[in-house]
């Protein structure tokens, strides 16, 4: 029995270190891919940057909700929150669209389609809050 | 001249409205054979002189009903019952429906039983009330008292202060007396129960009807249209010979009887918004800080004065109550004490909500004040906006944060310079 453990521990060790290694890798090379896009496109620099603004202001309202214990305007919290949200989904689906075109659908219109897009929401977004 | 004659007829009629206002047309029914008249004058000579009409009638007399009623029209105020034996009698004169009737339309009873007479008519009366006194022959005995042959009752025996506010030490005399069984009523107001060492039964035979506490010798019965009516267990307690003993208590129990005392009415119950606005001209919507009070006079025998007490209470129902305030003093003039709730604020539900106070006190009259308004919900154009709440200005920067952000990013995703050709080629070789 201890002779089985104290083979299988270091065993255990080493395919973890290497599936900890493989994913190192794996993070780097990704991260490395990923710098290279972006410093290659500074449009995407920029969504990426829009994109981490909207994540930060959630999660400031979110711990805002949760520190005061109380959801008194409620719609104006969700106006709030979804406004990150909708915005955050609108501006992934301009990158996809940046990033590899649908068929059909030039990039200038995708831009487009997108500034209407926000547009409504802000709109929307706008008049839930009061 | 003008003036002094207008006067003159103001106090004349002030006079008409101070007489009318005391309850005064008295039947007296009585049994010249079982107990005669001339026993109880002091009491009905006292009555008399505070301005009753007393009409006498001996129930062996005449052969034919007493008319209670004229048509609707109620012939007499009150109905005293003097102890009666014939039970045949009294029913052809004052039947049982007849006096049913009578009590509803606030008429008051004082009637009396004794072991030696307990008229048909009188027990079942009383037990349409739920007030049981025991039948003809049971006598209440107290081998422990210090008079054994006649009931003698002290002060402490007195349940309800109301009626009368016994002094420490008084001793009533009953003599023969029978005692009730109650049942459990709101309207029943008990007056004097019997001694602990007492009991009732029939010539000693054991079979008892009560034993200590449980029986009762004067009972009262206030209706729901405060008529009042009182049953004595005894003869002898209204006899003039025990008028030493028992003239201060019967005094006042009479006057009970008859609402000279222990009448309460409320008046001016009044609720508006705290600024004064009244409900007509801005009705009430949920939250709104509203004030309601009332005024209570109390009956002293000859005019209305101020009601002092802490118990009142005034409740805001919709089905339940959704306020249950004690109502507190708020100022008096010479015959009102006024209460008020002090300012409180409207539930935030919307609806049909009734004012009410409701003074039910056994031994007091009771009184109910009763207003239904309609509470409105707020309108739309009534809620607080986004920028009035603290708590939404975090989220209301947000909101602006990423539209002012988002102009920020179209404008400068314009000005970039276009770059998908190195896009492509970044692509094809990865």
Request: overall charge negative.
């Given at each position: 029995m201890a002779k089985t453990s104290k083979a299988s521990a270091p065993k255990v060790t080493s395919t973890s270190f290497a599936v900890l290694r493989d994913f190192k890798e794996a993070f780097e090379t990704s991260k490395k891919a990923y710098f290279a896009q972006i410093d290659n496109n500074p449009k995407l620099k920029l969504i990426d940057t829009f994109c981490f603004f909207l994540v930060l202001l959630g999660i400031i309202q979110f711990t805002f909700i949760i520190l005061i214990?109380?959801?008194?305007?409620?719609?104006?919290?969700?106006?709030?929150?979804?406004?990150?949200?909708?915005?955050?989904?609108?501006?992934?689906?301009?990158?996809?669209?940046?990033?590899?075109?649908?068929?059909?659908?030039?990039?200038?219109?995708?831009?487009?389609?997108?500034?209407?897009?926000?547009?409504?929401?802000?709109?929307v977004c706008l008049h839930f809050i009061n | 001249?003008?003036?002094?004659?207008?006067?003159?007829?103001?106090?004349?009629?002030?006079?008409?409205?101070?007489?009318?206002?005391?309850?005064?047309?008295?039947?007296?029914?009585?049994?010249?054979?079982?107990?005669?008249?001339?026993?109880?004058t002091v009491y009905l000579r006292d009555l008399e002189e505070r301005d009753y009409e007393l009409e006498y009638l001996d129930i062996n007399s005449t052969s034919t009903a007493v008319d209670l009623y004229d048509k609707e029209q109620r012939l007499y105020d009150n109905i005293i019952i003097l102890p009666t034996k014939g039970g045949k009698n009294l029913a052809r004169h004052v039947p049982i429906k007849q006096l049913i009737r009578f009590f509803e339309n606030e008429g008051n009873v004082l009637c009396m039983t004794s072991p030696g007479a307990v008229p048909n008519t009188i027990r079942l009366f009383l037990n349409e009330l739920g007030i049981y006194p025991s039948p003809k022959g049971h006598v209440v005995h107290d081998y422990f008292s210090s008079s054994p042959d006649e009931l003698v009752v002290s002060s402490d025996h007195l349940l309800n202060g109301h009626v009368y506010n016994g002094k420490k030490g008084e001793q009533f005399v009953l003599g023969e007396s029978s005692a009730a069984l109650l049942e459990n009523r709101e309207q029943i107001v008990p007056i004097l129960n019997a001694p602990r060492?007492?009991?009732?039964?029939?010539?000693?035979?054991?079979?008892?009807?009560?034993?200590?506490?449980?029986g009762f010798l004067v009972v009262g019965f206030q209706n729901l249209n405060n008529a009042r009516l009182v049953w004595i267990g005894s003869n002898d307690f209204l006899k003039n010979k025990n008028?030493?003993?028992?003239?201060?208590?019967?005094?006042?129990?009479?006057?009970?009887?008859?609402?000279?005392?222990?009448?309460?009415?409320?008046?001016?119950?009044?609720?508006?918004?705290?600024?004064?606005?009244?409900?007509?001209?801005?009705?009430?919507k949920v939250k709104d800080k509203v004030v309601y009070s009332v005024g209570f006079s109390e009956w002293n025998g000859e005019k209305w004065v101020p009601h002092i007490t802490d118990d009142l209470q005034f409740e805001l129902r919709q089905v339940d109550p959704y306020y249950r305030l004690t109502?507190?003093?708020?100022?008096?003039?010479?015959?009102?004490?006024?209460?008020?709730?002090?300012?409180?604020?409207?539930?935030?539900?919307?609806?049909?909500?009734?004012?009410?106070?409701?003074y039910r006190k056994i031994g007091l009259s009771s009184t109910t004040d009763?207003?239904?308004?309609?509470?409105r919900h707020?309108?739309?154009?009534?809620?607080?906006?986004?920028?009035?709440?603290?708590?939404?200005?975090?989220?209301?920067?947000?909101?602006?944060?990423?539209i002012v952000a988002w102009i920020f990013f179209v404008v400068s995703f314009v000005t970039t310079s276009s770059v998908g050709r190195k896009l492509e080629t970044f692509k094809k070789t990865n």
């Open positions: 214990r109380d959801n008194f305007p409620f719609n104006a919290f969700l106006s709030g929150f979804i406004i990150c949200v909708g915005q955050f989904v609108l501006l992934m689906s301009l990158r996809l669209q940046l990033c590899n075109t649908f068929p059909g659908i030039s990039k200038s219109r995708a831009f487009g389609e997108f500034i209407v897009a926000s547009l409504i929401l802000h709109f | 001249m003008q003036f002094s004659w207008s006067f003159f007829l103001f106090v004349l009629l002030q006079a008409i409205f101070a007489l009318s206002s005391q309850s005064s047309k008295t039947l007296v029914l009585y049994d010249q054979s079982v107990e005669p008249l001339e026993d109880y060492t007492s009991f009732t039964d029939f010539k000693g035979k054991g079979n008892s009807w009560t034993s200590g506490t449980q008028q030493d003993a028992n003239q201060e208590f019967a005094k006042e129990l009479l006057k009970w009887t008859f609402k000279e005392k222990s009448v309460v009415k409320s008046v001016h119950a009044v609720h508006s918004h705290v600024d004064g606005t009244d409900y007509d001209e801005v009705p009430y109502l507190k003093p708020s100022g008096n003039d010479s015959e009102t004490q006024y209460y008020t709730t002090g300012e409180f604020i409207l539930p935030d539900r919307h609806g049909v909500f009734t004012f009410l106070t409701d009763k207003d239904v308004k309609a509470i707020l309108a739309n154009d009534e809620y607080p906006r986004s920028w009035e709440i603290s708590n939404s200005w975090v989220y209301l920067s947000a909101v602006c944060g990423v």
